[in-house]
């Protein structure tokens, strides 16, 4: 007998298989999602049909041959390997990736799945770009429906899964992304059309991306071949799409003391933020992620040992760093740890302040209330951080790429390099890095013509 368990906006069946030789009792799951505008009628109605039609592939044994849609497999990949070995992040990533390759290629059983398919998955998916990029405005007023249905805004971010900025940017007339919009409309519970309008084309997505999407669905078709249930991956009969490099956005080292002198006025918390990011290069996750006692103040070091991030559905949680290499101890200069001094004593200020309402996390870079941080909360400040003070467009990872062009403008030899930014290996960092190694070498080139040139004259 099929059970069903809701999962958010979709429902996962269970049906038995059996059991194995152990006496383990074999499972096999099946998510299915409604589609958008179902009533509860119909859903209930297409959930049954989705479980008596799922329990009769498993007893038939079609659930696991050659014959299962490619849809249907990712499905069970994703349950039977991907949330088992993969990061939390990487498993959400692939889910939201999966969506746009279902569309094309989901409903082709893998017996029949041929490179011809896989190509018009990739000539699709340039030509018509990514709906994902398209942005949306409210065209009512957000505020006063939240008003009228006594909804606080909290009250909505939670049930749509977005971020607390997210809202409050509909409720300004702002642009969102047409998934965030859609999730907005489902917990209103309100069409989509009604509530939103789009704003501009969507964008297409670039040559690097469409190249992540092969090699996703060669790693799913990868296990259907180790699991033997298909003899070979088409996707090694393809030519995978070109990535074009593009040049990581930095700040030169004047244009990094002119960011750091307008963060003098900042709030000492995002001071404090920003520059550790800026001499420590360490990413936005790691330093969500840091804990006091990750800093060693008395020898200057930094102790990046996690990575704080979020999810929909889940909230903010800690989870290992992105490599096993990412895990690390850097060295920092004093003026890091004179700002992170600084922020100690505010911090324990604020917590003897507010006394029981204080959450004591350990984190470094918490909410009001001492809870952790939103990751995206820094780089939206960031974002406006950067417009205020007219300073070159950045992101906020551009501030990793700034650490690492500078040190390597200065000498620092790559290993180093490498090492502080937690790659995995130096072949990412001179990939990465290709301009900064480029100029460092042409100035190693004209200070050693100017060492041998005197030398070179009083011999002649």
Same mark, same amino acid.
């Given at each position: 007998m099929a059970t069903v368990e809701k999962r958010g906006n979709s429902y996962r069946i269970t049906v038995s298989a059996g059991y194995d030789i152990t006496g383990k009792q074999i499972k096999k799951r099946y998510t299915w999602t409604p589609e958008y505008g179902m009533t509860e009628r119909q859903i209930k109605k297409e959930l049954e049909r989705q479980k008596v039609?799922?329990?009769?592939?498993?007893?038939?044994?079609?659930i696991m041959d050659s014959s299962i849609r490619f849809a249907d497999f990712a499905e069970y990949w994703l349950a039977e390997y991907a949330e088992k070995q993969l990061r939390p992040r990487t498993v959400a990533r692939y889910?939201?990736?999966?969506t746009l390759i279902n569309r094309i290629i989901g409903n082709i059983r893998l017996e029949r799945l041929q490179p011809k398919h896989l190509i018009e998955l990739y000539n699709d998916i340039e030509k018509n770009g990514s709906r994902r990029g398209a942005t949306l405005k409210a065209k009512v007023d957000i505020?006063?429906?939240?008003?009228?249905?006594?909804?606080?805004?909290?009250?909505?971010?939670?049930?749509?899964?977005?971020? *607390?900025?997210?809202?409050?940017?509909? &409720? !300004?007339? %702002?642009? #969102?992304? @047409?998934?965030?919009?859609?999730?907005?409309?489902? *917990?209103?519970?309100?069409?989509?059309? &009604? !509530?939103? %309008?789009? #704003?501009? @084309?969507?964008k297409a997505l670039s040559g690097k991306t469409i190249l992540h999407h092969h090699r996703l669905v060669s790693s799913i078709l990868e296990k259907a071949v180790k699991w033997q249930v298909i003899f070979s991956n088409p996707c090694s009969r393809v030519e995978p799409p070109k990535a074009e490099r593009k040049e990581a956005e930095y700040l030169d080292e004047i244009q990094a003391q002119e960011l750091l002198n307008c963060l003098q006025a900042?709030?000492?918390?995002?001071?404090?933020?920003?520059?550790v990011l800026l001499y420590s290069g360490m990413r936005r996750g790691e330093l969500c992620g840091l804990e006091w006692s990750d800093i060693d103040f008395n020898n200057n070091l930094i102790d990046i040992s996690r990575s704080s991030l979020y999810l929909n559905g889940r909230g903010v949680f800690d989870d290992e760093t992105k490599t096993q290499s990412s895990k690390r101890v850097i060295k920092v200069p004093d003026e890091v740890i004179e700002v992170l001094r600084q922020h100690q004593k505010e911090q324990i200020t604020t917590r003897l302040k507010l006394g029981d309402k204080w959450i004591n996390s350990n984190k470094i870079f918490t909410q009001w209330n001492g809870k952790a941080i939103h990751p995206c909360t820094v780089s939206a400040?960031?974002?406006?951080?950067?417009?205020?003070?007219?300073?070159?467009?950045?992101?906020?990872?551009?501030?990793?790429h700034t650490n690492a062009t500078l040190l390597i403008a200065s000498g620092v030899d790559l290993r180093t390099v490498s090492k502080r930014l937690g790659h995995s290996n130096m072949t990412t960092t001179s990939n990465v890095y290709a301009h900064a190694i480029k100029s460092a070498d042409e100035r190693a080139a004209e200070l050693l013509g100017n060492i041998l040139k005197p030398l070179a004259q009083k011999r002649a």
């Open positions: 039609k799922f329990e009769e592939r498993v007893q038939s044994g079609q889910k939201d990736m999966l505020a006063n429906l939240l008003k009228k249905r006594k909804m606080s805004r909290a009250a909505l971010a939670k049930k749509a899964g977005v971020g *607390a900025r997210t809202v409050s940017a509909v &409720t !300004l007339g %702002e642009t #969102i992304t @047409e998934k965030s919009a859609l999730s907005i409309a489902k *917990a209103l519970e309100m069409p989509l059309k &009604t !509530l939103f %309008e789009p #704003i501009g @084309e969507p900042e709030p000492l918390q995002y001071r404090a933020m920003i520059t400040w960031f974002s406006d951080f950067i417009k205020k003070n007219n300073l070159p467009p950045i992101h906020l990872h551009s501030l990793r």
